[in-house]
């Protein structure tokens, strides 16, 4: 490959990508595979040799986190589940009392809020499901 042919600007990125790695070995890097037309992820992790080569012809990027909106709707499941509020400094975890299918809200010990006030001042407490410590709401896609 030509010295003209290649894409600084993407070498720079593929660069910071693997630098934010190292410092913080807990991301996941990704490669855009043309195959697939999509990101996958590369398994490299500070202990493996990555060649010139690689960071020259491929585009890498750190996964993104995921973005969340508020629940469109409530669902009877959530009875009894425990949300952290977000803005109080206390270690308190609150539990969800109720729901009200037709207003769109839940009762958070009897004090009723929607989707988007939950979405904003709580988390998932500790509910042992793949939820805890994430947004109250929905990825987006």
């Not at 890097?29 to 996958?40: E, P």
């Not at 398994?43 to 469109?72: C, F």
Request: aromatic letters at 12%; proline letters at 4%.
């Amino acid at each position: 490959m030509n010295i003209n042919e290649i894409d600084w600007q993407q070498v720079r990125l593929n660069i910071d990508a693997f630098e934010q790695i190292i410092e913080n070995p807990e991301l996941e890097l990704q490669y855009y595979d043309m195959a697939s037309c999509g990101w996958v992820k590369t398994g490299i992790n500070t202990h493996h040799t990555v060649s010139a080569h690689d960071i020259i012809s491929l585009k890498y990027h750190i996964k993104p986190e995921p973005q969340y909106r508020p629940y469109t709707e409530v669902k009877e499941e959530w009875i009894g589940k425990k949300v952290i509020p977000l803005n109080e400094n206390t270690s308190r975890i609150n539990t969800i009392t109720d729901i009200d299918l037709t207003m769109n809200e839940v009762a958070v010990y009897s004090h009723w809020k929607t989707m988007y006030n939950m979405f904003e001042n709580y988390i998932w407490g500790n509910n042992g499901d793949e939820n805890d410590g994430k947004p109250f709401g929905d990825v987006v896609e």
